[in-house]
């Protein structure tokens, strides 16, 4: 799957994706009805019946047209029999989830709990238990509005003929009733969770039994919930919320019961406080001047943990491909990045040896990327030896959590600082060299040398544009800084090639959290301001610091991806011209598109985790180890094979992976798709340069 595909041939894939334990989120387009939605695949349900028990489940909250429901639309299944996949396609609610809130006062945290009760009435009156109420399932949709959202761990009760028999019952730990960790949801375990909800807004953490772990480490059996204890001020709340938390389902309030208590307790709507924004880094209390300059570490609560933390997402074809949305691709709308003057590279050789980048049987190593004299031409030098570390600065983010960086997040053009926020989410805070073929839309400021474009936080990601030529034009029109080279935008064989070269800062989940846009853009703009520093300090005729150390001599880094797939090899794919393609920042991506089908080839290097089983069917190409995706069947066929280049071990001994993707979509039938793609990935396995 890929940005600018289509789902069920009416949803185009415009941002994402967000990965996590249960799967993975979209935000889409519907061209159908001209409306945003969200694109959830959930894993685990690919049989045929998992897919009808959410055609089921859709069917019964499609009939809602509650103000505190976010809608699902419709359940999606594309391909067939084991390769089939199946998307939930829910409302859109740019809002962030309430787990991302400071603590609300007693009457604000009634008021929003009493909208969620009110929606459990109509999901309660339609048999069904929505099984994981949490301040991570309710988005807000205005000052004193929600919407529950997430019905993944829904449960069928009470008969109805549309509803399939149930799976496996999901849940929460923290917010769980007793009786839902024994299997047994009914009704009134929502209320329970609601209660449990309705504290931790207050508290910062759900309630626990006496002397219980703190949250993240506490993991409630049936026995333990017996005796949870309210320790904050809830003011009014508290005989409604001890009423809800009762042990026995059968002594607790309705949900329209529990409705009416948190009204009473909310009281007057108009005299409540707006639900405040997401809470930013506050001021140090002590220290030295400079440290209460500085915003301090999220303090404990803003994030609650969930049950798992997921593993960073692998760099495979999922994020290289959400990479290169921000960069130029035409379907992409994640960042709509590019320059408006020319960043460049001269024919500086930097750090790196010629001599890694020859080619087999004798072919000349490619020439580096080159194009017009300009400011960042002589800035950035060598494009493949230009350090993008040298944009990125742990320290500085240091302030919301641990930060480490990550030089090899992905392929060559980035670098990447993790930042574990401790009480939440861990945050990928990506500097990126891109060509720019489009333009940067978004609020235009001047820092030094350098032109910083804000771009609209949007998709569960924050962007800023960092230009160093030229002027930005907000309006979406043509770079301003044009080439000097008289090539016509094409690099030496007649290629393509953005004559704009700029660096993109991006915040974004690192795992399959939900944090808020301004978390996200504070961060952004923390690391931006950094980057910008940074490129600001290089003296006038210098250059930016070269990767150190320099990559060694069996890197990629040296290679051209586009020499890899020849004119020969090219011929599988009907109407393309191998003279033609379009080239990315460093060479390091290249892409193909076929004049008379609706067929597109890239080729990109990558860096990671190495490959495994569940990357695909294993085999070797060129003697080199490959695995063989099947292609996703979605409108936009899609097909994979990623071949391995080496492997070696990183200075904190972990085992990482060079590799490049072969990637051919469009129209055609799956066997087609992964035919050519076999082929044209063996071709490119037998070019690559020897070791």
């Not at 309705?198 to 949250?215: E, F, K, N, T």
């Not at 204890?229 to 009014?236: F, M, Q, S, Y």
Request: charged residues 25%.
């Amino acid at each position: 799957m890929r940005l600018g595909a289509k789902v069920g041939e009416r949803y185009r894939l415009t941002k994402g994706p967000i990965r996590g334990g249960s799967g993975e989120v979209w935000l889409a387009h519907d061209e159908e009805l001209g409306r945003d939605v969200v694109l959830k695949r959930v894993l685990g349900v690919e049989s045929p019946t998992g897919f009808d028990r959410l055609r089921a489940e859709a069917r019964v909250l499609a009939r809602f047209s509650h103000p505190h429901v976010v809608t699902l639309h419709d359940a999606v299944r594309v391909g067939r029999r084991n390769r089939a996949t199946t998307y939930l396609v829910m409302e859109y609610a740019p809002g962030g989830s309430l787990d991302h809130r400071p603590p609300l006062p007693p009457h604000l945290a009634a008021h929003l709990g009493a909208q969620i009760a009110d929606a459990l009435i109509a999901l309660h009156t339609e048999g069904i238990v929505h099984g994981d109420i949490k301040p991570g399932n309710v988005v807000a949709t205005g000052p004193r509005t929600v919407k529950l959202a997430d019905f993944g761990a829904a449960y069928r009760v009470g008969g109805k003929e549309t509803i399939t028999p149930n799976s496996a019952i999901g849940y929460t730990p923290d917010y769980a009733a007793p009786e839902v960790v024994r299997g047994q949801p009914e009704p009134a375990s929502d209320v329970f969770s609601l209660a449990a909800m309705v504290y931790a807004l207050i508290s910062g953490d759900p309630p626990r039994p006496p002397g219980a772990p703190g949250a993240g480490s506490y993991r409630p059996g049936p026995e333990s919930r017996r005796n949870v204890e309210l320790t904050a001020d809830v003011g009014p709340l508290r005989e409604p919320l001890t009423a809800m938390l009762r042990r026995d389902p059968g002594a607790r309030p309705s949900a329209a019961e529990a409705l009416e208590l948190l009204r009473a307790a909310a009281g007057p709507v108009a005299e409540l406080p707006a639900l405040p924004d997401p809470l930013e880094p506050t001021e140090r209390s002590s220290g030295t001047a400079e440290d209460r300059s500085e915003p301090a570490r999220f303090p404990p609560g803003l994030f609650r943990p969930g049950l798992f933390r997921p593993t960073p997402l692998r760099p495979g074809r999922f994020l290289r491909d959400h990479l290169r949305s921000v960069v130029a691709v035409s379907a992409a709308v994640v960042v709509l990045a590019a320059a408006a003057g020319v960043w460049a590279a001269s024919g500086g050789s930097g750090g790196a040896s010629a001599a890694p980048g020859s080619a087999p049987s004798g072919r000349p190593a490619p020439k580096a990327p080159t194009s017009a004299g300009s400011v960042s031409a002589a800035l950035f030098g060598d494009q493949r030896t230009a350090d993008p570390c040298a944009l990125a600065k742990p320290a500085v983010l240091a302030k919301y959590g641990d930060a480490e960086l990550d030089p090899a997040y992905g392929n060559f053009d980035r670098c990447d600082v993790i930042v574990d926020t401790r009480s939440g989410p861990e945050i990928d805070i990506e500097v990126e060299f891109v060509d720019g073929s489009a333009q940067p839309t978004g609020t235009v400021h001047t820092a030094g040398r350098v032109r910083v474009v804000d771009e609209p936080a949007d998709g569960g990601e924050c962007d800023r544009t960092l230009l160093l030529d030229g002027a930005a034009d907000t309006g979406g029109g043509n770079s301003a800084g044009n080439s000097n080279s008289g090539n016509g935008g094409h690099d030496h064989g007649g290629r393509h090639r953005s004559t704009s070269v700029h660096a993109v800062v991006t915040a974004k989940p690192a795992d399959d959290s939900d944090p808020s846009s301004t978390v996200l853009c504070g961060m952004a703009d923390t690391a931006t301001t950094a980057a910008v520093a940074a490129l600001n300090a290089v003296p006038t005729g210098g250059r930016l610091p070269r990767r150190t150390p320099a990559l060694p001599a069996e890197s990629l880094v040296d290679t051209d991806a586009c020499t890899l797939l020849t004119a020969t090899a090219l011929e599988v794919v009907p109407g393309i011209d191998a003279n033609d393609p379009d080239v990315s920042y460093g060479n390091w991506d290249c892409s193909w598109q076929s004049t008379t089908s609706d067929i597109d080839v890239d080729l990109a290097f990558d860096r990671g985790e190495p490959p495994t089983a569940d990357d695909g069917t294993s085999t070797r190409l060129g003697g080199h180890r490959a695995f063989v995706a099947p292609p996703d069947s979605d409108g936009d066929h899609t097909a994979v094979v990623e071949v391995v280049y080496r492997t070696y071990t990183d200075d904190h001994g972990d085992r990482l992976a060079e590799t490049f993707e072969l990637e051919v979509s469009g129209s055609g039938g799956d066997a087609r798709l992964r035919s050519m793609a076999t082929r044209l990935a063996a071709a490119a396995a037998a070019r690559l340069p020897t070791r």
